[in-house]
């Protein structure tokens, strides 16, 4: 658990992204709780982690069923350029084949072109779409 929260917050770090740890042990611990509603992979190479990444089932009728959303695929600087996002990408094409989702969904900000370069080189397509979201107050 403690190693997840690391890496969360080593990609929040790189992407600018304000760190709300209740945020993320809320987060962590709904995962561990509740099986099924969200996968974490961490990427090892050798001993050490190299980065990490979620994956969390949808459905979306525009895509005729069962989806993913690829979620916080984050590889720690030293590891990179040596082929594991290829390998994250050739994973989850398989677990949507064992799973039966058809779509991949990833999000990345507008201003990381690395992020968009990789994901169009995997056979992602940026959509033209607007994200929106809302809090819920409870």
Known sequence: REIIIEMINEL???????VDRDNINRAVDLIFSRPGLAE????YEGD???????LVPSFGIEYGGLCVVLDELFVREPFRRRGLGREIINFVLNRCREQGWLVIEAMANEENEVARYFYGSHGFIAEPWVHFQRRVDH
């Open 40 to 43: 974490i992979h961490l990427l």
């Open 48 to 54: 050490e982690v190299a980065g990490y990444f979620t």
């Open 12 to 18: 929040w770090a790189y992407d600018n992204i304000a």
